[in-house]
């Protein structure tokens, strides 16, 4: 199992009006890991996390996710098979209480397509006790009556990653989870992801160079749309071309 490969890219090019953004990039997630791809400002990473989980569709490559191609399917769609992203920006119901933001994803993996949000007591009573475990889990327990509003930002992202876990998602892809965080958010959402990797794969876009080395198992550099270099932290921080890329220092 931990020699499967759950997420492959193949190929994956992505152009915009004559530039190419992502430029034949071949990538695959072993399952059970943390793998994260990283690379300079303008490097590609976004579009390929968008290329990935469907919010783009790509002008050539295929895309693999637990044997099934789903290149061509819609991003609710993916997100049904079991892979779920986040967003650069917290996307959560700031008028709610945390309690009720996680109550509202469980609510949706229960009722499917259906886009009706009322529900009955006895439903809502069956989805509580599971909310308070999500919201555990993400260290909110003393802030689970709070408006989301309220929340540190830090905190916001651990609600969003709480409403991610509630969709049940075998393969979870965090788009720059530490943007905009103080160190103790930064620690306190780390340990958070190490957590949660305990039972999923995880794909992350991140720049935080110290989280990368401290949670990936594998990494993906990324520079100018194509793969630069790839292995774990100690190679990939060693390689002359990726030191040239992160800090313009040309290599022999």
Not at 78 to 97: D, E, K, P
Not at 156 to 162: D, N, Q, T, V
Not at 185 to 213: C, G, P, W, Y
Request: glycine letters at 6%.
């Amino acid at each position: 199992m931990a020699n499967e490969i759950i997420l492959s890219a193949s190929g994956l090019t992505k152009e915009f009006k004559g530039f190419v953004a992502v430029d034949d990039v071949t990538l695959s997630v072993r399952r059970g890991t943390i793998h994260a791809l990283i690379g300079p400002n303008g490097a590609g990473k976004t579009t390929c996390f968008n290329l990935l989980t469907k919010v783009l569709s790509p002008t050539a490559g295929r895309i693999i996710y637990n044997g099934r191609d789903i290149t061509k399917m819609s991003p609710a769609n993916v997100a049904r098979l079991g892979l779920v992203r986040s967003f650069q920006i917290s996307a959560v119901f700031g008028h709610m209480t945390a309690l009720e933001n996680v109550r509202i994803a469980l609510q949706r993996r229960i009722r499917g397509d259906s886009f009706d949000f009322w529900c009955s007591e006895r439903v809502l009573s069956s989805l509580h006790d599971e909310a308070w475990e999500l919201i555990t889990a993400v260290g909110l327990t003393e802030f689970a009556m709070i408006p989301a509003r309220e929340l540190s930002y830090g905190r916001k992202r651990a609600l969003e990653i709480a409403t991610t876990l509630a969709l049940d998602p075998e393969m979870l892809l965090l788009d720059e989870p530490m943007a905009g965080m103080t160190q103790e958010d930064v620690e306190r959402v780390s340990a958070l992801i190490k957590e949660i990797s305990q039972k999923r794969t995880i794909l992350m876009v991140e720049h935080n160079l110290s989280v990368v080395a401290s949670l990936s198992d594998r990494i993906t550099v990324l520079t100018r749309g194509k793969v630069l270099a790839e292995g774990d932290y100690a190679t990939v921080s060693k390689d002359p071309r990726v030191i040239e890329a992160y800090i313009g220092v040309p290599h022999a």
